[in-house]
């Protein structure tokens, strides 16, 4: 949702200048290069002006528009691809120094999905009042685009990328994820992530309750999953907390749709309060310690694992008598050499906790088993895990 402080962008169109609302997904500066382009531009002359530093501003048919972004999206891959053959002809790299430079690998695998991001969102179009747009065989983006950035009563420019982004997000919305092991569907909102993978669910479901269990919470709720996972086990008292009001939007939508009124949500930066001491706290937070690039990487990057590290430090203070707290992360930081095992054992001792036991699973996406993927190695090694945790004696 549009909450920063508006932003503007200007540009020249003939003898007439023109002025509108600037919306960014991943809080781009609005573009001081501008030109107009439209169905007889080329894949290749897009691709030299978006290298340029130059934004696209579409005047053509919207389904060509969506043709010239794949035309586009190849380019950089072929670009990339030539690079990482010229790469490799120059490397001459051992197994172990192979190993050691995963981290780099990591870095510069990031920088190439951002610079794609950036290249691609250059493409850029303008709707009016009410995210109308007027290009010939488009389609009607109103709603999407309302629900993904807020209502607005001016025009505004974007990048089609994002505006793909929220009709993909309305999509999603709609027909849900279906989490098979639950038997029902999560619907994910705008910029909060979609529980796609779900290794860790048959994690929680066969993970033994304490007893008692009478109050959990879910820290970091984001779709309500988790949440819902407890109350559907029959946990009286489930209390689910999230930084982010888009995500607790998306969860109680999701808890409205099932019913489930014993759930309560706050919005707090990880535990909540005014509520009695759990027998069960929960948190899958995100995986891996960098920075995110755009809001919705939030739920994947934690910087310096300050998320992780802020739930363990506070587990003891507010875990009842004999509780436990499960915490639902991979290791793939680990086979990224971004973070240790004995890192996260030490942070874990330093919270006063020990490890009662871990529940471990293989992932199941895609990737894992994609050995064209830059980190398959990491990737295949991956196992995710359920730590069970308790208080040290």
């Not at 607005?152 to 990048?159: D, F």
């Not at 910029?191 to 929680?204: D, I, N």
């Not at 939007?249 to 009124?261: E, I, S, V």
């Not at 003891?316 to 436990?324: D, F, H, K, R, V």
């Amino acid at each position: 949702m549009l909450e920063q402080t508006k932003q503007y962008v200007t540009w020249q169109e003939g003898d007439t200048h023109h002025k509108a609302l600037w919306i960014s997904q991943s809080n781009y500066e609005p573009p001081s290069r501008i030109v107009i382009v439209d169905d007889s531009t080329t894949a290749g002359e897009a691709y030299r002006l978006a290298n340029a530093g130059t934004s696209m501003l579409w005047r053509g048919d919207f389904q060509n528009a969506k043709q010239l972004l794949q035309a586009l999206q190849r380019r950089i891959d072929r670009a990339e691809e030539r690079k990482k053959n010229k790469e490799n002809k120059l490397a001459n790299k051992s197994a172990k120094d192979a190993a050691n430079d995963i981290p780099n690998l990591f870095h510069k695998n990031r920088q190439a999905q951002s610079q794609r991001a950036r290249l691609l969102s250059r493409l850029i179009l303008q709707l009016d009042e009410n995210f109308v747009s007027k290009l010939r065989r488009a389609p009607d983006v109103s709603a999407a685009c309302t629900a993904a950035f807020g209502k607005i009563t001016e025009p505004c420019v974007l990048s089609f990328r994002d505006l793909q982004g929220a009709l993909g997000a309305a999509q999603w919305r709609e027909k849900g994820v279906p989490i098979k092991e639950l038997g029902l569907s999560i619907y994910p909102h705008y910029g909060v992530f979609a529980p796609t993978r779900q290794e860790y669910v048959q994690l929680l479901l066969d993970a033994p309750l304490p007893s008692p269990c009478e109050v959990a919470y879910d820290i970091g709720t984001g779709t309500g999953l988790l949440a819902i996972i407890l109350a559907k086990r029959g946990i009286k008292q489930v209390i689910a907390s999230d930084i982010n009001p888009s995500a607790l939007a998306c969860a109680k939508d999701n808890l409205d749709r099932l019913k489930l009124t014993d759930v309560q949500l706050q919005q707090v930066d990880l535990f909540p309060k005014q509520v009695p001491k759990a027998n069960l706290i929960v948190c899958n937070p995100p995986w891996l310690p960098a920075k995110p690039s755009s809001p919705l990487e939030y739920a994947v990057y934690d910087p310096n694992s300050a998320m992780l590290r802020g739930f363990l430090k506070g587990i003891s203070q507010y875990l009842a008598e004999n509780g436990e707290a499960w915490l639902i992360l991979s290791d793939l930081a680990e086979h990224l050499n971004l973070r240790s095992r004995d890192e996260l054992l030490g942070w874990i001792d330093d919270a006063g906790l020990t490890v009662k036991y871990r529940l471990d699973t293989q992932p199941t996406h895609g990737k894992s088993h994609d050995e064209n993927d830059p980190l398959y190695v990491a990737r295949s090694a991956e196992v995710t895990s359920l730590w069970c945790l308790i208080r040290a004696i």
